[in-house]
């Protein structure tokens, strides 16, 4: 079990500037095939758990969530200014502004946050469920300046503990040999 810290954080100035404009999946063919993917395996476990209400408020350009969407109300967030956003502003912030959801989508979020086990302490009492996807063994992750953690999947699965989720199902989606796929995916469906 491993964590390892790849930089500190960034002043909110900062972020602000960073994720000035939403993320947009369709530029790399790799996380076009991870947002899919995704997609498939959340639209399976809406269907068993009986979803109806799904918030994201990390959604970026909302490709996952905008495609689960069709199976339940779906309340969409992140920390660009678009205006077709439900709530702008950091995870940290509008976390707050949710009532109880059934699904909570948490997809290439948490390595990008300064305090990501506070983030899922603070969702857990808000939602039934949760997707939760982010890249695991990636220790060389420096070259990407947004992301401010590595860790595999047994940490990532104790965070979820500590948060009080319980992993129900697990994937994973290893991009590496991709000409544009650096990373390997974990993406959990906890309760």
Known sequence: MNRVRLRDAYAPSNLRDIYATPYDTYKWPAHRIRASVTVAFAEAMIKQYWVRKVADLSCGDGSISGDIAKYADHRFGDLSGESWLNWHGP?????????????????????????????????????????????????????????????????VESMLGEAGFKACSYIELDLRNMPDGEYCFGIWWTS
């Open 91 to 155: 995870i940290e912030e509008t976390i707050e502004k949710l009532s109880y959801t059934d699904l909570f989508v948490c997809t290439e979020t948490i390595e990008h946050l300064n305090d990501p086990d506070a983030v899922l302490r603070r969702i857990r009492p808000r939602t039934r469920h949760l997707l939760l996807s982010t890249p695991i063994n990636a220790w060389d992750d420096y070259k990407n300046p947004e992301h401010y953690w590595a860790w595999d999947r047994e940490y």
